[in-house]
């Protein structure tokens, strides 16, 4: 099962590199954005007000915060968005009705499509976290920017499950990208990703606590505050665990219902 | 003279039809225009909101809010120009349309000349939504119109220059035949480079000087100079001599532009643009 | 014995919505597969020739389990197809389309190393089996196997889709018109390759074609498919002995009224004729054996209802004809 798992991840790995590698402007885009959106914040912020507000506000010296938030804020989404927009991409291009009929389970399929991104992500993290957080706090922040990306992808991992069921109600819906470009900033924007969790309006606040991503990233959010783990970022990553393993049976019956909404309405060619 | 007559006639039915066909297919059946322009705009926000955490806590929070709202009313404005305008050159090529156009001799230009007036409407939504979220997240922004004529005529520049610069983007797609990464990187670089969320005033004086050398910064300085957020750096005649005959100008060298790309496709043939 | 495929009674109704106007819609059903059923043993070609719309793309669809049928069942290698999913998508090779399918952006090869690893296959194997497959479809003669699948001829995108239906190597092989639109040496080519898949490796193939031509160098037999229901089925030497001895007449008139000559042909020369308004008149269609014996009377006919004849045919049937006959019964 899991050399099954692992070549599917390699035949992935082919897809992604052949879009990335082949089009060096992706990966270049790829590597300079968190730089972008960082850069973005912080000048518009310093424009308006100073950094010390900021850090007076959230704790957060603000160049790391946003540094680690725009990182997050592409890493999260690659389980959801790889999903979503392959499957939907699939079924665009017409391979759809062939990787219907190969005798694999979907739901394999779908966790084998994050990877190869998740691990392409892991450089974007080497070369977005590492350098600003060595700048900013020299070799002890090198240490700290590791374990910030090792949280990261772990908090990307327990979004899966419930990425698996957004992405099948996205692709149920029929709605395709329309759908998803609604959803995927509403995700980041509720999950505290760029806007920190304590500052969201109270209904909404509470509402994200079912949420696995707003939580791991609550935690990584104090991690930076704290420089360490406390008892209740280690309880935040415990929840989002067990909330990722709560949704992992919905996750598989949700592709099921999507492939047999296919198999009725006939897969297009 | 009638030639150049009936050639107006004739663009003038073109667009009206694309207005028609954009109408129907887009805002009636499809949708889709609006909730992906919603969609940018949403990230617009989620990027934009925690601006406001750098603020002076002194300062009341709806001048904070009205500043938010300034930066993304003009960033929607350039979403549309983006995403919408330059984009659809991209949805001509993949529906293969654009290949049609070209071979029944009508310039792909008319067929954006009926897309602006749908974009407008969308470009109203969103800006609502905009207002709406930053109501809920900040506070209610203090805006007040302190001169009605000035805003129009400033967000007929804006409109001049960001469609001038949709037909760059658009020609640069037809001319390299990649887009994305582009795209995205000159879309958020060249408003935060250019005073569309920064007023001139509070900007670092080289960034100015840039600011001024380009053909962005004037509506955007005479908008919040209507919409009262903040006073130009420049008399306000002054920048409005100066912005309509550079967007003019801007105009008149992007169309050319594209006609370069036309031409160039004719002679090399269509790429396919990847999913990304 | 057991069966490659077995489809009992199928029947498939597509809902489908129809735009009136900007906002009103109504459904409409089409009843794509009327009950259908038929057998595939190992070792054969089997083709559906059948005119556009007749059903066939439906039914390749759901015995490859890509279609829930409404009704009916479909057995494959034995097992009923829906039940043993699994099972059942091991032991098929399907190829839906000519001109799609396939990821523009990878190379010939990378789409098939893709496409086998989910299918299963294991590494080496795999390797070796895409070569095999490139070779035999000459694709990298062709420079196929490295050239990205957006810059493929038409051709080529047929011959790799149909190599992918081969990858499992697998004992049953569903192909949809496999040779739509292409060149004739690529269209030889698959043809070739099927025939020697069944006759040589016992493998069954069902071949969609609307092409009579076609139907009859491929396949062993034929399944003559009309409007969802299979009208007549036999070897093409079978269907061959019934089509020949019908010719159609086909009349152009001026003036004269539909109803009062389809009244007059079926009473006296009791005949059902195809009656329709064309640019010129009407035209009138007759399926028959001998034409030259009833010609005489018909002219009569049109005399009596005094009407011009603008044009008369005797012709060879067109497919089209012969569903048509087939399914008012006219043939057998
Ligand atoms: N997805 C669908 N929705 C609605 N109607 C369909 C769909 N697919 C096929 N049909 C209809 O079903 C009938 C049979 O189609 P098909 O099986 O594709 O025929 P063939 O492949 O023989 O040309 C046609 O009338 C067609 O219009
Ligand atoms: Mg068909």
Redesign the interface.
């Known amino acids: 099962m899991l050399k099954r798992f692992i070549s599917l991840v390699r035949a992935e790995y082919m897809f992604v590199a052949a879009?990335i590698i082949r089009?060096k402007?992706?990966l270049?885009?790829l590597i300079?954005w968190p730089y972008?959106?960082m850069a973005?914040?912080v000048?518009?912020?310093?424009?308006?007000?100073?950094?010390s507000?900021?850090q007076?506000?959230?704790g957060a010296n603000?160049i790391l915060f946003?540094i680690t938030?725009s990182f997050l804020l592409i890493v999260s989404l690659i389980f959801f968005d790889e999903i979503s927009s392959r499957f939907w991409?699939d079924e665009f291009i017409g391979t759809l009705p062939y990787i219907m009929i190969a005798p694999t389970s979907k739901t394999m399929l779908a966790l084998a499509m994050g990877f190869p991104r998740l691990i392409i992500n892991i450089l974007v993290g080497l070369s977005s976290l590492i350098p600003v957080y060595f700048i900013l706090k020299s070799f002890p922040g090198l240490v700290e920017a590791l374990i910030v990306i090792a949280l990261s992808i772990f908090s990307a991992l327990t979004f899966s499950t419930l990425a698996i069921i957004f992405s099948s109600l996205v692709l149920i819906s029929g709605g395709g990208?329309?759908?998803?470009?609604?959803i995927?900033?509403?995700i980041?924007?509720i999950s505290g990703v760029?806007?920190p969790r304590f500052?969201?309006?109270l209904t909404i606040k509470f509402f994200t606590i079912i949420f696995p991503l707003a939580n791991s990233v609550e935690a990584i959010q104090l991690f930076l505050v704290q420089e360490g783990l406390t008892a209740y970022s280690l309880m935040l990553l415990g929840l989002a665990t067990a909330l990722a393993l709560l949704y992992a049976p919905v996750s598989i019956r949700s592709l099921r219902i999507w492939e047999h909404r296919i198999l009725i309405k006939g897969a297009k060619t | 003279m009638t030639a150049l007559f009936n050639r107006l006639v004739e663009a003038a039915r073109i667009a009206w039809v694309s207005f028609k066909l954009y109408t129907?297919s887009d805002i009636?059946?499809g949708?889709?225009g609006i909730?992906?322009l919603?969609?940018?705009s949403?990230?617009l926000?989620?990027?934009?909101?925690?601006?406001?955490?750098?603020?002076?806590?002194q300062?009341g929070l709806g001048r904070?809010a009205a500043?938010i709202f300034g930066?993304i009313l003009v960033f929607n404005v350039y979403s549309v120009a983006t995403w919408d305008w330059a984009w659809e050159i991209r949805k001509l090529i993949n529906y293969n349309v654009l290949e049609h156009l070209i071979a029944s001799g009508k310039s792909p230009l008319m067929v954006y000349l009926g897309l602006i007036p749908v974009s407008l409407i969308w470009l109203l939504m969103i800006i609502i939504l905009g207002y709406g979220v930053v109501n809920?997240?900040v506070a209610q922004p203090e805006i007040v119109i302190s001169d009605l004529k000035l805003l129009i005529l400033a967000f007929t520049l804006l409109i001049i220059v960001v469609l001038s610069y949709a037909l760059v983007l658009a020609s640069t797609i037809l001319i390299s035949g990649?887009s994305?990464?582009?795209v995205?990187?000159f879309s958020?670089?060249l408003p935060?480079a250019t005073g569309g969320?920064?007023p001139l005033s509070?900007?670092p004086e080289s960034l100015r000087t840039l600011a001024l050398l380009t053909p962005f910064s004037y509506p955007a300085e005479l908008l919040r100079k209507a919409l009262n957020i903040y006073e130009p750096i420049l008399p306000t005649n002054t920048m409005f001599i100066i912005g309509y005959i550079y967007g003019l100008a801007f105009l008149t060298f992007s169309i050319t532009l594209f006609k370069l790309g036309i031409r160039k496709t004719l002679k090399e043939g269509l790429k396919?643009l990847?999913?990304? | 014995m057991r069966y490659a495929v077995e489809a009992v009674r199928i029947v498939k109704k597509y809902v489908t919505k129809k735009r009136k106007g900007?906002?009103k819609s109504e459904t409409e059903v089409v009843e794509a597969l009327k009950g259908i059923s038929f057998k595939i043993r190992y070792g054969e070609v089997v083709g559906l020739l059948g005119p556009n719309g007749a059903g066939k793309t439906t039914t390749i669809k759901i015995v490859s389990t890509l279609l829930l049928p409404d009704s009916g069942k479909v057995f494959v290698d034995g097992v009923e197809a829906f039940k043993n999913l699994s099972y059942v998508r091991e032991k098929i090779g399907i190829m839906l389309t000519v001109e799609k399918g396939f990821f523009?952006?990878l190379t010939g090869r990378e789409n098939l190393i893709y496409f086998g690893t989910l299918y299963g296959l294991e590494r080496k194997l795999l390797e070796k089996r895409v070569n095999y497959l490139l070779d035999l479809l000459e694709l990298k003669e062709l420079g196929g196997s490295d050239k990205l699948y957006?810059e493929f001829s038409l051709g080529m995108k047929a011959r790799l889709a149909f190599a992918r239906a081969l990858l499992k190597d697998p004992p049953i092989i569903l192909l949809d018109e496999p040779t739509l639109g292409l060149d004739p040496v690529s269209a030889r080519k698959i043809r070739r390759i099927v025939k020697d898949l069944a006759h040589k490796e016992g493998k069954a193939v069902l071949y969609t074609t609307h092409n009579m031509f076609e139907a009859e160098i491929v396949c062993d037999r034929i399944l003559l498919i009309n409007k969802g229901v299979i009208v007549s089925e036999g070897t093409p030497e079978e269907l061959k002995n019934k089509i020949p001895k019908l010719k159609v007449i086909r009349a152009v008139l001026h003036g004269g009224n539909m109803e009062k000559l389809s009244k007059l042909i079926s009473s006296s020369l009791n005949l059902k004729p195809e009656i329709k308004i064309v640019e010129r008149g009407l035209e009138v269609k007759l399926a028959i054996k001998n034409p030259e014996e009833i010609l005489n009377d018909l002219l009569k006919i049109f005399n009596l209802a005094n009407v011009d004849v603008v044009s008369l045919n005797i012709e060879e049937p067109s497919l089209e004809d012969v569903f048509i006959y087939f399914a008012k019964g006219v043939i057998e």
């Open positions: 879009e089009r402007t992706i270049f885009a300079l972008i959106i973005f914040i000048l518009l912020g310093s424009s308006m007000g100073t950094m507000y900021f007076q506000k959230t603000p946003f938030g991409y990208w329309r759908v998803l470009s609604i995927r900033p509403l980041m924007l760029l806007y500052l969201l309006p | 129907v009636i059946r949708k889709s909730i992906s919603a969609g940018i949403l990230w926000i989620l990027i934009i909101l925690p601006v406001s955490l750098f603020a002076n806590p300062i904070v500043f930066g809920v997240f990649t994305g990464a582009i995205e990187i958020w670089v935060l969320f920064i509070l900007m396919t990847s999913a990304w | 900007f906002f523009p952006k957006e």
